[in-house]
């Protein structure tokens, strides 16, 4: 099992800046992939960035060339700097970290973005 820990949420204002972080505890060695999800109010929760233990990553169309993920392995926390804030990035982030056969879920950190 692993535990999962958001941080670095808040209001900002369209243009500005906020890096989340996801502190990660437990079996961590195990994990294959992590993730950054969000979900809006009334929307389903998406995908916004993935980084494989390869360290693949993925980003949403919607947020490449704004977010940035990265991992501190040393820390076992993982990082979503956020650049160029749009209204329609508000949402609560979520950290997941996937296994072999399962995953896990952050309790999630809410980003506002005031225009």
């Known amino acids: 099992q692993v535990q999962l820990v958001e941080s670095g949420g808040g209001l900002v204002q369209a243009g500005g800046s906020l890096r989340l972080s996801c502190a990660a505890s437990g079996s961590v060695f195990s994990i294959t992939a992590m993730g950054w999800y969000r979900q809006a109010p009334g929307k389903q929760r998406e995908l916004v960035a993935r980084?494989?233990?390869?360290?693949?990553?993925y980003y949403a169309d919607s947020v490449k060339g704004r977010f940035t993920f990265s991992r501190d392995n040393a820390r076992n926390t993982a990082y979503l700097q956020m650049n160029s804030l749009k209204s329609e990035d508000s949402a609560v982030y979520y950290c997941?970290?996937?296994?072999?056969?399962?995953?896990?879920w952050g309790q999630g950190t809410q980003v506002t973005v005031s225009s």
């Open positions: 980084i494989t233990s390869a360290g693949s990553t």
């Open positions: 997941k970290a996937e296994f072999a056969f399962s995953s896990y």
